[in-house]
């Protein structure tokens, strides 16, 4: 489902998570996060709690925007994310979120997200593709 050309966007630009519930949308930008080896997204709670509230409102649907705004290569990934507060994935987040911000934040957790669905965005005759 996810080639090479969507993991190295995701590798190489910010994130935008989307979520909702009760009617209210909510979108944030994300750096801390990452790509793992089965194609799973990973993302470091820092300041998540309207992302986490909205989440499990929800039954966890999220989705994704990444692009390059220079090509305009991008794409849509619909998914669905479950919190973990303990192990690897969160101890790694933790120690890069305190190194960045000299122990003055941390991170209280990380998503895991399954994506789902994958969709092409650029403007052209592969917009709204799905991969």
Request: net charge neutral; proline share 4%.
């Amino acid at each position: 489902m996810m080639n090479e050309s969507v993991k190295k966007l995701l590798k190489a630009n910010m994130w935008d998570l989307a979520t909702c519930a009760n009617g209210e949308p909510n979108v944030v930008p994300v750096a801390f996060k990452d790509v793992t080896s089965d194609g799973k997204l990973v993302v470091g709670d820092v300041f998540l709690d309207t992302t986490l509230k909205n989440l499990a409102a929800d039954g966890g649907k999220i989705a994704i925007s990444i692009y390059d705004a220079k090509s305009l290569e991008g794409y849509q990934i619909k998914g669905t994310a479950e919190y973990v507060t303990e192990g690897d994935t969160v101890k790694t987040f933790k120690t890069m979120v305190e190194q960045m911000f000299n122990g003055g934040a941390t991170a209280k957790g990380a998503l895991i997200i399954t994506p789902e669905k994958i969709i092409v965005t650029p403007p052209g005759a592969g917009n709204k593709k799905e991969l």
